[in-house]
């Protein structure tokens, strides 16, 4: 099935697209400020203040506020997994790797996802939905993973077993199994929005849910944290406010306001792009050079959104040549002249 955008939406594929060019820059513009704080304080600036305007962005757009004890329940779940634990695992994630594993891990939620929304709602994946997926994560694999790693890899069995060792090590001890929380957070968080939409307004929820995920967060940095933003600068400021207001509020309007009633295997697989803005905006305002793995990364990533989002064409385009090569193999067999009918033609020519 193909994403599709309302059409009252101006630009909609542009608003498609803005979610996850919206966190893969806010990720760039807070790589400076992550070591000038702390995890729970970040999260819950990037979540509270965020939901507050998305909250009166609702209001002025006149849209409904939850009603009845169904939408708050619905709501208070969904702001506590896709709130608090998400954006909880995903900066104290942060705080203990780089941007490689863990970029790689928290990528890869569109399997988790297409997962779910196959056994839940039934949405078809198919062979070529398939294939993108595993394309997309050996895209953002290459993104992410020290070409060391990578080369290793490919080396042999001795140098893959000692760079599967440190894999496994960096997950235990560096923070990367966070991050794989945090995926699988946003994930169930993800398929929640169908859910609460069914009581609820999707922005309004969306807002909702970003102030019921903050609160705790700012209350675990009140009583776990300290210094939290003395050593902020004002550029660290401005890269905060960036962050909550295009990279949270934004953003995630955007976003689950598409996944309340898109297919939820296309809209997720384009957050494989997320990566891929965030090494393009780094290399822009950061210098950093993507390598020709990175190169190769970026293409298998692009093929694989192609390949989910145009999975029912391709099928179709598949089957529909199937069918042509079947139906042209029939004429050409019925053309060829039957043997055993050419032998009695000619006995009954023979015997008159």
């Not at 998400?86 to 970029?103: I, K, N, P, V, W």
């Not at 990578?150 to 090590?169: H, K, N, P, S, T």
């Not at 179709?316 to 042209?328: D, H, I, K, L, S």
């Amino acid at each position: 099935m193909q994403l599709k955008t309302e059409s009252r939406l101006p630009f909609g594929p542009l608003l498609l697209i803005a979610p996850f060019f919206l966190w893969g820059t806010a990720m760039v513009a807070m790589k400076g400020t992550i070591p000038h704080t702390t995890p729970l304080f970040l999260a819950g600036v990037r979540l509270l203040p965020a939901g507050i305007l998305i909250l009166i962005a609702a209001l002025i757009m006149g849209r409904p506020n939850p009603r009845g004890w169904k939408a708050w329940l619905w709501i208070a779940l969904f702001g506590l997994v896709d709130g608090t634990l998400f954006q909880g695992f995903l900066a104290e994630g942060l705080m203990r790797t780089g941007a490689g594993l863990g970029s790689v891990m928290i990528d890869s939620q569109p399997i988790a996802v297409a997962l779910m929304a196959r056994v839940l709602f039934g949405e078809m994946i198919g062979l070529w939905g398939w294939l993108g997926l595993c394309f997309g994560v050996v895209g953002i694999s290459l993104l992410g993973l020290p070409k060391a790693w990578i080369m290793g890899l490919l080396q042999g069995d001795g140098a893959a077993l000692q760079v599967g060792g440190d894999i496994l090590e960096q997950l235990t001890h560096n923070g990367q199994w966070l991050m794989l929380l945090a995926a699988l957070s946003m994930a169930v968080g993800t398929i929640l929005v169908r859910y609460v939409s069914q009581y609820a307004d999707p922005i309004s929820a969306t807002g909702w849910h970003m102030v019921f995920g903050g609160i705790p967060l700012f209350l675990g940095s009140g009583l776990l944290e300290s210094q939290q933003w003395v050593n902020l600068t004002g550029g660290d400021w401005l890269a905060l406010g960036y962050s909550t207001i295009f990279g949270s509020a934004i953003a995630y309007a955007l976003f689950f306001y598409f996944a309340s009633s898109g297919n939820l295997t296309s809209l997720i697989s384009l957050t494989f792009l997320t990566p891929i803005f965030a090494l393009l905006f780094g290399n822009l305002f950061l210098g950093e050079v993507l390598n020709s793995i990175q190169w190769f990364g970026v293409s298998l990533t692009l093929v694989s959104i192609y390949l989910i989002n145009q999975r029912d064409r391709l099928l179709e385009r598949f089957r529909g040549n199937q069918e042509g090569a079947a139906a042209q193999a029939e004429a050409e067999f019925n053309l060829v002249p039957d043997p055993s009918a050419t032998v009695q033609v000619q006995s009954e020519v023979s015997s008159r």
